[in-house]
């Protein structure tokens, strides 16, 4: 019967977003803060946050019991509620897709050196993408770790194993650089 009351018929007081939604919406900020910490001290710089957020954002990486890390993150996420958050979510996606860049071409290097363990057409193949390198001292490094691995079998990261890969990840840095 309160449904036909002149107070349901007006939904303009719905306008606004829920409780649940602010809760979202705060977390979610929290959140951003959480992973802004997880940022070096040197990529804040560029974000120009107001003092008093790069004040609680210092204060937190000090802070190492966990009820108030927890309550420091909250303010942080209090703080972020008056700043814009999109370019924290830019500067934070971008040192994380840098860091996902980096491992990916430490796997890449790891496989090559892998690879040219194991066959000598790896080598051709190695040679073929990479013009630059020195032929012998390639050469040298890969039969120097052939032998380590023969020799020690338990000891599988021998002083020419580490080499070898050291020598194929400037490599890589080189042939990305041209």
Known sequence: MQENTPEFEDDDDFDRPSKSQLKRDSTALQKL???????????????????????????????????GKRRQMQYIGKLMRKIDPEPIREAVAAFKLGHAQDSLKLHQSERWRERLLASDDALQEFLAEHAEVDIQQL????????????????????????????????????????
């Open 33 to 67: 803060g959480d992973d802004l910490l997880a940022l070096p001290e040197s990529r804040w710089e560029p974000l120009a946050l107001p003092e008093i957020l790069y004040d609680a954002l210092r204060h937190a990486k000090k802070i190492t019991n966990f009820e």
């Open 139 to 178: 050469r040298s490094l890969v039969r120097a770790a052939r032998k380590d691995a023969a020799n020690e079998p338990e000891k599988r990261s021998g002083r020419a194993f580490r080499e070898l890969f050291q020598f194929i990840k400037s490599s890589e840095a080189a042939a990305e650089d041209e």
